[in-house]
């Protein structure tokens, strides 16, 4: 844990001192404390980089715990909030707020974000739990993919209907943390630090979800109010990451299973690992994104799909290693 959070801390620093114009951590700092004479560096790195630092830091954390809340109170290791839907209802039901509905403000989408996370974490399981197989790992994450799409279809499909309407959503979309506005993360905030509180007060009612229905019932786990809470949970934690730094997928696949190698599968461990693994995840793919294609840049979530993909693979062929 302890070279965990330095490494957090070199990825903070880098996404502080790296993009088109490099600033060394000594300026940075002195931007950060007001005793820096450069007038330009302070205001990249305060207006600039700051913000997009700190919701780098909290999306992070929030897909990366959604995502090991999903794999584990689904029991299934391939579960993440992109794959069963609900990043991408999220992102549909801000599209209808911006350009339908005409909502520019952050408290005014915001509510629309979780919304739609949370309409789309209760479909996915309801047509998961329908069939004759019950809600099994396979059903939900076949669910989860198929609303997926159809989600992301009608949204690309607004979106090209109507650039002008959506041309704020288009970086928003791709999921780049340029130019966002530090009043979105200011507004979230104390949602989001509520739910990776209660996040971490799940954690032993999970470890006995995993050891079946029967057993956890017999240890004293109050199951349906487990699944209530760990929803309501995962709605907040990936609506409002989407809110901030849109649909960013693989962040909650990959780091959950990297904290499960490292710490087991004691879900305590794995939720404390995840909230510093998956923002150095997101702040790493961040200053890639920044240095690849310079003057441009790649958005953050582009690089984590890029990364994601051979990764997902890999577990579907290894599943053994990481199964719940």
Do not use: K
């Not at 490099?22 to 560096?41: K, R, W």
């Not at 704020?168 to 739910?195: C, H, I, K, Y």
Request: net charge positive.
């Amino acid at each position: 844990m302890l070279a965990a959070l330095a490494v957090l801390l070199l990825a903070l620093v880098a996404s502080m001192a790296i993009g088109s114009r490099a600033i060394a951590p000594a300026d940075v700092l002195g931007a950060l404390l007001g005793t820096n004479p450069d007038p330009v560096e302070a205001t990249v790195v305060l207006d600039g980089r700051l913000p997009r630092t700190a919701i780098a830091l909290a999306a992070g954390a929030a897909l990366g715990v959604a995502g090991a809340l999903i794999q584990a109170l689904t029991r299934n290791p391939l579960a993440d909030p992109g794959i069963l839907g609900v990043n991408a209802g999220a992102a549909f039901a801000v599209a209808i707020a911006v350009g339908v509905l005409g909502v520019t403000s952050v408290w005014g989408y915001l509510w629309f974000a979780f919304g739609g996370a949370f309409a789309a974490a209760v479909l996915v399981y309801a047509v998961g739990s329908s069939l004759r197989t019950g809600a099994r790992p396979v059903t939900l994450t076949l669910a989860g993919v198929a609303l997926g799409a159809v989600l992301s279809g009608i949204t690309s499909a607004m979106v090209l209907a109507d650039p002008a309407s959506f041309q704020a959503m288009r970086a928003w979309e791709s999921g780049s943390l340029a130019g966002r506005d530090a009043t979105a993360l200011t507004a979230l905030a104390p949602f989001l630090v509520a739910a990776l509180v209660l996040a971490l007060a799940l954690a032993p009612s999970l470890n006995a979800v995993a050891l079946g229905e029967d057993l956890a019932r017999a240890l004293g786990a109050r199951l349906p109010l487990v699944r209530v809470l760990s929803v309501l949970v995962i709605t907040v934690l990936a609506g409002g990451a989407t809110a901030i730094a849109g649909p960013i997928a693989f962040i909650g696949l990959m780091v959950p299973h990297v904290a499960r190698w490292i710490a087991g599968p004691d879900q305590r461990w794995i939720m404390a690992y995840t909230m510093v693994l998956a923002p150095i995840l997101l702040l790493s793919a961040d200053v890639v994104g920044r240095v690849v294609l310079l003057p441009g840049e790649l958005p953050a979530g582009i690089v984590t799909a890029v990364l994601g993909a051979p990764v997902l693979i890999a577990l579907v062929r290894r599943r053994g290693v990481s199964g719940l």
